[in-house]
């Protein structure tokens, strides 16, 4: 190294703002970010987009070309904010969303600016423990007691690939072994299962869809027939996934059977409660959730059930150190991150490089405490059963009794084509876009759902058919 660096390119030094460059900066954000957030009551929850936005689509390319602020925040409102679904209007009541609180927001902005690396206990004792002390909430919450441990990720997605990939680590499901055993699940388990075992190498291992009865929860003397029938076949029964709180209609399924038949057989025991794991936090849903804490690993989505914004996940474990064997690695360079006795999150999950997602749980819950979200929630239990006798009174049929906030209808007249007449009223509600319900296929048969999951409920909206 020599003191002549004049042959170096100068830098720019556009990227580091000056403290009032910032504040012009952050004054657009922010009156932008208010402008949205009191407008939410005029705007709809779908825009039905007819036509393409071909000759605007350009700026969303990137080259040499600058733009400013006010450029991009206005092309920012009409083709992301104006297009699409509104996740945070109170008449979006379709694929289980959460709000996206604001104090949520502030705590990615400030976990952004501060760029702590939370994949490393090292790297940032703090940020860890923080993520820690939300496993350890989330985990006593669901029942578990001591030794257990987890990680916070995107979503339920990857929260599944994590469970299910330890589960074949722990249970040694490789090579042959994987021809001859046997997942056991049901019609109304999440697609991200699917996904998660093709992922972990298992896509040819045998998958069993368990019958369901009328209330589309998983019929145990069913799955103990098929388990006792596998065997019979020299089969080897490895994986039992129960829901608390399906995608469809909310169905939870019965916990405690389920562990029951898990225990007897030497089955890992998965519960997916990532609609419904959070309504732990009420009675009604301890009580409909009994059972979960024998589980050998829960999902849970607190961009559901917690109403912060998109990409926050939750995986549980029951035993740290299945979860621990199955996604640790080494490598030179990170010889200095080992600490003993401490786990790092990075070793009980696929990532290493990862945002610091602690930060927009823990300031929520620090700031208004566990109640205030307890209260929403059994808000949302009792939207749903009024929903439900609504819908009765206006000559829609229920599929199922609510188990929690999701409620299943559809339209039945005799003289129309049922499936029909149910895609012509999804039509019409989702051109309107003033709220937004989703669809799905239940016993063949098109079936709208309807979820309250949302702070704010629909208010002053009238639809008739």
């Avoid at 400030?110 to 820690?132: H, I, K, Q, W």
């Amino acid at each position: 190294m020599t003191d002549n660096n004049s042959n170096f390119p100068k830098a720019s030094f556009e990227l580091e703002e000056t403290a009032s460059e910032r504040k012009v900066l952050f004054e657009k954000i922010n009156d932008f970010s208010e402008q949205f957030l009191e407008s939410l009551p005029n705007r709809k929850a779908f825009q039905y987009n007819t036509h393409p936005f071909a000759n605007a689509d350009s700026f969303f390319e990137i080259d040499n070309n600058k733009a400013t602020m006010d450029n991009i925040l206005e092309f920012f409102e009409e083709r992301v904010l104006n297009t699409g679904l509104n996740p945070t209007s109170g008449g979006h009541l379709g694929y289980i969303p959460g709000g996206g609180i604001y104090s949520s927001a502030l705590a990615d902005y400030l976990a952004a600016v501060t760029n702590r690396y939370a994949g490393e206990f090292y790297a940032s004792p703090g940020a860890v423990r923080m993520e820690d002390a939300l496993i350890d909430w989330a985990g006593k919450l669901m029942g578990y007691d001591q030794g257990f441990g987890g990680n916070l990720t995107s979503g339920g997605s990857i929260a599944n690939l994590i469970a299910l990939h330890t589960a074949k680590h722990h249970k040694g499901i490789q090579g042959a072994e994987i021809l001859r055993s046997v997942v056991y699940c049901t019609a109304q388990s999440h697609h991200s299962v699917y996904k998660a075992l093709k992922i972990v190498g298992l896509e040819d291992i045998i998958v069993r869809k368990i019958q369901l009865d009328t209330h589309f929860r998983i019929c145990v003397d069913s799955l103990k027939g098929q388990i006792h029938a596998d065997r019979r076949e020299g089969l080897r029964p490895f994986l039992l996934i129960g829901n608390a709180g399906s995608t469809d209609v909310g169905a939870v399924d019965p916990l405690v059977d389920l562990a029951k038949v898990a225990r007897k057989y030497k089955l890992w025991f998965h519960v997916d409660g990532a609609y419904g794991g959070f309504f732990m936090l009420i009675e009604r849903g301890k009580e409909k959730l009994k059972g979960i804490e024998q589980a050998d690993s829960v999902i849970l989505d607190p961009h559901k059930g917690m109403f912060l914004p998109y990409g926050s996940g939750i995986v549980l474990i029951k035993d740290i150190k299945q979860l621990a064997a199955a996604h640790t690695y080494t490598a030179n360079y990170m010889r200095d991150a080992h600490i003993d006795g401490q786990y790092s999150p990075s070793n009980l999950s696929p990532e290493l490089s990862k945002h610091f997602r602690g930060l927009r749980m823990w300031l929520p819950l620090k700031l208004y405490g566990e109640q205030a979200f307890s209260d929403y929630l059994n808000e949302k239990l009792q939207l749903a059963t009024y929903l439900s006798h609504q819908i009765l009174e206006l000559g829609y049929q229920v599929v199922c009794d609510p188990d929690l906030s999701i409620v299943a209808f559809r339209l039945e007249l005799d003289e129309y084509d049922s499936d029909e007449l149910n895609k012509k009223v999804l039509d019409y509600i989702q051109k309107d876009g003033r709220i937004f319900i989703s669809s799905t296929v239940l016993d063949n048969k098109l079936t709208h759902g309807l979820q309250y999951f949302l702070l704010e409920h629909i208010k002053n909206i009238s639809i008739c058919f």
